[in-house]
């Protein structure tokens, strides 16, 4: 079983580190972004959608925690707003630690997302996942999650 625990300002700094270098990598790997831009664009996203940090009106930014031992197992990112059609969610990030992947941690996580996005007052939640990362796809498929949309790309050569 797990928890979602929020973190405190140590803890976010940290996860604000490794989460926009995890995305620099993924937008390098997707070919969205250059390499020698990645980092700073992706400090820049972090800016844009975290003005004030951890404490971001709407952000909600999480440890996972596995109860029994109480080791931290991961982190998720979620964001909810007023939308026309009510309340939504976004998750802007999750990870499971790869030493925990695989044991179902993901489908726990997926679940206490949705526990938390109700108990703010959410009727939709919304995420995105980078075409390559099929696990992740695999993930969200398995927690109820129906592709809504398509966003396509073609590399031309010279």
Do not use: C
Request: a negative charge; aromatic letters at 12%.
């Amino acid at each position: 079983m797990i928890e979602l625990v929020l973190m405190n300002q140590e803890q976010y700094e940290a996860f604000r580190d490794q989460s926009a270098a995890d995305y620099a990598a993924e937008k390098v790997l997707a070919g969205t972004w250059d390499a020698t831009d990645a980092q700073r664009l992706a400090q820049e996203s972090f800016a844009k959608y975290l003005p004030q940090g951890k404490d971001t009106p709407g952000a909600y930014i999480y440890h996972i925690v596995e109860v029994a031992s109480e080791q931290i197992i991961g982190y998720i990112w979620l964001h909810i707003s007023d939308a026309p059609a009510g309340k939504q969610a976004f998750l802007y990030d999750i990870l499971i630690y790869e030493a925990h992947q695989g044991k179902g941690y993901g489908q726990a996580t997926m679940q206490a997302l949705d526990q938390v996005a109700k108990q703010e007052g959410a009727v939709k939640i919304g995420l995105h996942v980078f075409g390559h990362n099929l696990k992740a796809l695999h993930v969200y498929e398995k927690a109820g999650y129906q592709i809504t949309d398509y966003q396509m790309s073609k590399t031309l050569t010279p």
